[in-house]
């Protein structure tokens, strides 16, 4: 069983930037498509990004020319900068390929 494990979450302020890592437990970032979802409190999951087997890349609209999601096949993970980050952009930010799920990173655009 695949395991993902995200990480760099934290706190910062608007007009920021944060780099949120997942890391595979597997070499499963070139095979499969890989993407980052975000939670807001009392809001549906939504898809922030994906970057797909062959590495096209798509975007939520509300994140398209401020957030990238790349991959590092060496290292097994799936990235995400966010710059020019925005008080709506504060959530619980998940990776995801097919149904595993990480755990989650929080998020928090705030000054």
């Known amino acids: 069983q695949v395991q993902l ?3 760099g979450g934290g706190l910062v302020q608007p007009g ?3 780099r949120l890592s997942c ?3 597997k070499s499963i970032v070139s095979f499969y498509a890989m993407g980052w979802f975000r939670q807001a409190p009392g809001k549906q999951r939504e898809l922030v990004a994906i970057i ?3 590495g096209t890349t798509n975007y939520a609209g ?3 020319g401020r957030f990238t999601i790349s991959r ?3 290292k097994n993970t799936v990235y ?3 710059n020019s980050l925005k008080s ?3 959530a619980v930010y998940y990776c995801n390929t097919g149904l595993i799920w990480g755990q989650g990173t929080q998020v928090t655009v705030s000054s």
Do not use: F, P
Request: charge should be negative; glycine fraction near 8%.
């Open 16 to 18: 920021g930037s944060l």
């Open 23 to 25: 890391a595979a437990s």
């Open 5 to 7: 494990v995200e990480s």
């Open 88 to 90: 709506e952009d504060t």
């Open 80 to 82: 995400l900068q966010m």
């Open 52 to 54: 797909t087997s062959g």
């Open 62 to 64: 509300s994140v398209k």
């Open 72 to 74: 590092d096949a060496a």
